[in-house]
C-alpha cells in the first residue's frame, strides 16, 4: 500500500467470533492498523499493552485501533481478556489482510511482519511504519493522527 490510497476491502474475524469489516470504519472515524506477529509473546505483548495504555488518546483524537496477525479469534480473546485490551484483533490466518496490506515477512521470512497503518477518516492511507522494534508503533500512530487533525 502507498501514501493516499483506500483501505482495502476485507472482511476478518474479531475476537469476539463477528465478522468485521475495514469499510463499516470509512467515513466514521479514522483507524491505526498494526499488524505484529503473534499473541502472547513478549514484543507483541508490549506493542498490544502500549495501545492499551494510550488507547484514550487515540479515542481523544476520534481514532479506532486495530490489531491483527494470524492467530485464531479464540486466541485474541484470550490475549484481549489477559491483558484488558479494550480495542478490536482480527484474525488473518490465510495471510490475505497481509497481503492486501503488502505485509511482508521479516527475519528471512521466519516472522510475520510488524507494520503500523494508519488511516484518515475517508480510508486513504496517511502513513505506514515498519519496523521490529514494538516499542515505536504506537508513539509514531499517535504523532501521526495528532499531525493530520483537522
Excluded: W
Amino acid at each position: 500500500m502507498k501514501r493516499g490510497e483506500k483501505v482495502p476491502d476485507l472482511r476478518l474475524m474479531d475476537q469476539d467470533g463477528e465478522n468485521f469489516d475495514f469499510k463499516s470504519l470509512v467515513g466514521e472515524k479514522s483507524f491505526v492498523v498494526y499488524f505484529y506477529p503473534k499473541d502472547f509473546t513478549p514484543g507483541c505483548t508490549k506493542e498490544a499493552c502500549s495501545f492499551r495504555d494510550r488507547y484514550e488518546d487515540f479515542k481523544d483524537l476520534g481514532a479506532e485501533v486495530i490489531g491483527i496477525s494470524g492467530d485464531s479469534f479464540r486466541s485474541h480473546a484470550k490475549f484481549a481478556k489477559r491483558y484488558d485490551l479494550p480495542y478490536i484483533f482480527l484474525s488473518d490466518p490465510d495471510k490475505k489482510a497481509r497481503e492486501a496490506f503488502g505485509v511482508k515477512p521479516n527475519l528471512l521470512g521466519l516472522l510475520p511482519g510488524r507494520e503500523t497503518f494508519v488511516f484518515d477518516k475517508n480510508g486513504k492511507l496517511l502513513h505506514r511504519f515498519n519496523n521490529m522494534n514494538a516499542n515505536k508503533h504506537m508513539p509514531e500512530a499517535l504523532k501521526i493522527l495528532k499531525k493530520n487533525q483537522n
